[in-house]
């Protein structure tokens, strides 16, 4: 028997061999779960191949591997991979992974959701997610209808979309998503589109590696309720999908046109290119996380207290309730 470092910074007697088995590559199937249930053709199956993708590509722990969502069509993404996840309340994933990654940092936080969830109902989770950059990957899944429930206005459709919410067409002004996401402080921001699975897998290990609250969004088709809408950057239909050129900082003077990453006012300024706009990494920053600034407080608090247990903390807690 040797002893392993748990949750808590504890240690825990385990068996040598299970420290000692070499580490089984993580593949495909292992990481697949059930048969996906989307519609045919709905953009969140190339989303799904790209997550896949990187899993495998990475080499992740497996029983690291968490990825969580709350209600919607996109949120069915848990279901379809093989690890540690939840379906959750609608708008509410923000808060469940929060607790989850503050809680167990060893662990890859990977979020799922649509525009209903994230804009809407969890709008303000989003914010408060992003001010507080809590370590996640929040992948959005942003087709500008909700298509669980059949066809009504998100925050994200356009103007004049009919849906069951807007018979006579919406009159509300959209969520812009990127403009939200800089006010509301996330350290990594980007864009991408479904038809594109290179550059999703790319922003996605680019977020993965981000330390703090990273963001996507992936504009992803709904064929039933929104067919087309996306057409205009996807070249395969007529459209063109145009990348952020980022500086390179090489001196040139084709640098001083590309997009420096960590300026704000720049990354609002691309957010504001008329539909379809342009796709990419629009803003990161080096923030300390909620994480590690808790994790420090945590440590320092401990130790003014004389190191208590986990169990003397909780004992303690529960003896002042008596
Ligand atoms: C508290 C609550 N309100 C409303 C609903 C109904 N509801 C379920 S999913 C959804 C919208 C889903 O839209 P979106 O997040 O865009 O996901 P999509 O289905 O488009 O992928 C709504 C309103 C719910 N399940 N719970
Ligand atoms: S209703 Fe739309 S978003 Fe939902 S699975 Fe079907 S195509 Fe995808
Ligand atoms: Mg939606």
Not at 7 to 32: F, M
Not at 212 to 229: A, Q, T
């Amino acid at each position: 028997m040797s002893e392993a470092t748990i949750g808590n910074g504890e240690k825990a007697a385990v068996s040598a061999a299970v420290i000692d088995a070499p580490k089984e590559k993580l593949t495909k199937k292992a990481i697949t779960a059930d048969h996906p249930t989307w519609c045919p053709g709905c953009g969140d199956f190339a989303v799904l191949a790209a997550f896949y993708k990187v899993l495998e590509k990475r080499n992740l722990d497996h029983e690291k591997i968490v990825t969580l969502a709350g209600i919607g069509c996109s949120s069915r993404f848990p279901y379809f991979v093989n690890g540690h996840g939840a379906h959750y309340i609608h708008g509410r994933a923000v808060p469940l992974a929060s607790g989850i990654s503050l809680a167990r940092p060893d662990l890859h936080v990977f979020l799922f959701g649509g525009d209903g969830d994230g804009f809407s109902i969890g709008g303000n989770h989003l914010d408060h997610g992003a001010r507080k950059n809590i370590n996640m990957t929040y992948f959005i899944m942003d087709n500008f209808v909700y298509g669980l429930t059949k066809k009504q206005t998100s925050p994200t459709s356009p103007i004049g979309f009919k849906s069951k919410t807007d018979p006579t067409g919406a009159i509300d002004q959209p969520v812009n998503p990127m403009k939200k996401l800089i006010a509301g402080g996330a350290t990594f921001i980007a864009r991408t589109h479904a038809a594109q699975v290179p550059h999703m897998i790319q922003l996605i290990e680019r977020a993965f590696d981000h330390q703090g609250f990273s963001v996507i969004e992936c504009l992803s088709e709904c064929v039933e309720f929104f067919p087309d809408v996306f057409d205009p950057a996807n070249p395969k239909k007529g459209g063109s999908f145009e990348v952020i050129q980022e500086k390179k900082w090489d001196g040139t003077p084709e640098d001083e046109m590309r997009h420096d990453v960590t300026d704000e006012l720049a990354a609002y300024k691309l957010a504001t290119l008329p539909f379809p706009g342009v796709f990419g990494v629009f803003y990161e920053t080096d923030r300390p996380t909620k994480n590690s600034l808790e994790k420090k407080w945590i440590e320092t608090t401990r130790e003014k207290t004389g190191n208590p247990s986990d169990l003397e903390i909780l004992q303690k807690t529960f003896d002042r309730m008596k």
